[in-house]
């Protein structure tokens, strides 16, 4: 597919043509500049000058909105652009650039540095009126700030550094213009937060709202760093243990679950305490309870160390057993084989799960199940719709913080279902290797990943290129759980 990188200046072309297949075309200044074509994905690049205190000469910017007087456009490519230049080590600044019709210093300068934007220059915003802002992307090299202007002795030094910026970017341009391409995208579905996420993040943002800032938290009220942040910025304190916690305070155990013993820390420690406990894990503890005080053995099939297992496990530690692996499963002994049961971590693979649990049944035929699945509704239903995409798909990218079992699991199943398939925080970790020559993508999210960064995800991609999106999958899940009387 056809696509261009623009510069406005030739200095700007001669710094990037050698890291190029194909040179860049001097799309020309301000007002007058023109792009070679305005139908394709495009990338201008050249220098800037610093707005904001924090951006130095060399560093690089990428747009995500333009700014021309009181229009602006936002451009969705820039955490795609950005992250692929973070990797090649280069120090780069994600946020708006203004474009003005001549050089600013002076007032002009701090007035639009007071409306916050990170750079200036006088072409960028000009040429994005004659081009689609959802296929184009902006990267300026920092020549001059406001405390070293560009008529100044040392402007020179600092064109040599902005140029050399430009030069170590031209690979990672390259790369843009080679992953460029039409593209079918397969949203599976259902997919991002399950009930029992949205139920936890609503305590605390209802907690907040009644006991005001600090809200303390016992570990990630859920596995996504973007929710944790968010929460963060309205006043949620995160803390490994309780005992970090002020006495008498207001605190919000996860939704993973706690043992038995936290809960009695916090007692002591006097603390308004309010459970996010996913009810379905809470139901998992249940079973333990009731198997062990029936003097049972339980296997529990999970990842040792994993928050629900480490809490799960707490109710009877001495009377728990954790599975990872069918290895486990072969060599596991208990004291009484006749009194053993089971349960399960409520985020595993479903298939592996089983197999596990297979294994199991058959070297202790006495062994009793729970009432119900333990694995949850919507762990089942991410994973039957992402073998559904996989088998179709050239490349599968699942958005999900690494610690989240049930996004994890997901590329799992996958990679087991014939796709290559990657785990991504968001589209600043997308890889633009991975998408040379995929031209069907699936994309899911795990149930703790905000379905807004899968949007954002897919907006990234389109700067690459027209996409057709389809959804497959289909269930519609209806689960809703209750507050507890706390934050009612």
């Known amino acids: 597919m056809s696509a261009q990188v623009l510069t406005p200046l030739r200095i700007e072309r001669l710094a990037l043509e050698r890291g190029m297949r194909t040179a860049p075309y001097v799309s020309g200044r ?17 220098v800037a000058g610093a707005l904001a205190a924090h951006v130095r000469p060399g560093d690089l910017v990428v747009a995500d909105r333009l700014r021309t007087g009181d229009d602006e456009v936002a451009l969705p490519s820039a955490s795609l652009l950005a992250g692929a230049l973070r990797r090649a080590g280069l120090t780069v600044h994600v946020g708006t650039i203004d474009s003005t019709d001549r050089v600013v210093t002076g007032p002009h300068r701090m007035s639009l540095a007071a409306r916050g934007g990170l750079a200036v220059d006088t072409e960028s915003g000009y040429l994005a009126t004659q081009l689609d802002p959802e296929q184009l992307a902006v990267v300026r090299a920092v020549v001059d700030t406001a405390d070293d202007p560009l008529v100044h002795p040392g402007t020179l030094r600092r ?76 006043g949620a304190v995160f803390v490994q243990e309780l005992d970090e916690v002020p006495e008498e305070a207001t605190a919000v155990l996860a939704a993973h679950g706690v043992a038995p013993s936290v809960r009695a820390q916090a007692a002591e420690r006097r603390l308004n305490v309010i459970d996010a406990t ?129 996004s994890m699991r997901l590329v799992e199943v996958a990679e087991a279902n014939g796709a290559e398939a990657h785990l991504v925080e968001d589209a600043s970790d997308i890889h633009l290797q991975w998408l040379r020559g995929a031209h069907t993508i699936g994309v899911s999210a795990g149930a703790s990943a905000p379905a807004a960064l899968v ?22 899940e209806t689960m809703h759980f209750s507050l507890p009387r706390e934050v009612v």
């Open 278 to 406: 996913c009810p379905l894990v809470a139901k998992v503890h249940s079973e333990v309870h009731r198997f062990t005080n029936a003097g049972r053995t339980v296997f529990l099939i999970g990842h040792a160390e994993h928050e629900e297992v480490v809490g799960t496990r707490g109710e009877a530690p001495d009377n728990v057993v954790v599975i990872e692996t069918i290895d486990d499963a072969h060599t596991v002994e208990v004291p009484d084989p006749t009194h053993v049961s089971y349960v399960m971590q409520t985020t595993l693979s479903v298939e592996e799960a089983d197999e596990i649990a297979g294994v199991l049944r058959t070297r202790f035929p006495a062994l009793q199940a729970p009432r119900r699945d333990d694995i949850c509704y919507a762990t089942s239903n991410r994973q039957q719709a992402i073998r559904e995409v996989a088998a179709a798909s050239d490349l599968v990218l699942v958005v999900g913080s690494a610690n989240s079992s049930n």
């Open 30 to 46: 301000g007002p007058d500049g023109h792009p070679r074509r305005t139908d394709v994905p495009t990338v201008i690049a050249g």
């Open 455 to 476: 949007e954002e995800l897919i907006a990234a991609l389109a700067a690459l290129g027209e996409l057709d999106v389809t959804r497959r999958g289909g269930v519609t």
């Open 159 to 234: 064109g040599v550094a902005a140029l050399r910026s430009l030069r170590r970017a031209a690979p990672m341009l390259q790369e843009w213009l080679d992953a460029c391409d039409r593209r079918t995208i397969l949203r599976a579905e259902p997919q991002s937060f399950c009930a029992g996420v949205e139920r936890a993040i609503e305590i605390v943002e209802r907690a907040l709202a009644i006991h005001g800032s600090p809200v303390y938290v016992r570990r990630q009220i859920v596995h996504n760093t973007h929710v944790v942040a968010d929460l963060e910025r309205h």
